[in-house]
């Protein structure tokens, strides 16, 4: 079960190179991405074991890690995009429509 550990913490890996790889990274913090990308690990090999796949074999390692890859580029690229958007609403909201 320690391979979950090293799984855990290759995905936040993952997601901290992701964090210095893509755009806009001044608008996300700097552990997001790597927590992304541990949780999603995490996530994809215990659904991995759930169905069934090997712990010694390679497919788990393939399926945990490509979920934070995946999931932490999907969310580097979207939530720039939607911080963005929501500090142009906060500054119209306060102040009063005149920016």
């Known amino acids: 079960m320690e391979q979950l550990i090293y799984a855990g913490v290759i995905g936040a890996f993952?997601?901290?190179?992701?964090?210095?790889?893509?755009?806009?990274?001044?608008?996300?913090?700097?552990?997001?991405?790597?927590?992304?990308?541990?949780?999603?690990?995490?996530?994809?090999?215990?659904?991995?074991?759930?169905?069934?796949?090997?712990?010694?074999?390679?497919?788990?390692?393939?399926?945990?890690l490509g979920a934070a890859a995946v999931v932490s580029l999907v969310l580097g690229l979207l939530l720039p995009r939607v911080r963005r958007i929501a500090d142009e609403q906060r500054l119209h909201h306060l102040s009063g429509g005149r920016a």
Request: hydrophobic letters at 60%.
């Open 14 to 64: 993952i997601g901290l190179i992701l964090h210095y790889v893509l755009p806009d990274r001044h608008l996300t913090g700097l552990f997001l991405l790597p927590a992304i990308g541990a949780a999603a690990t995490c996530v994809a090999w215990d659904a991995s074991v759930w169905l069934g796949l090997k712990l010694d074999g390679g497919w788990i390692w393939v399926v945990a």
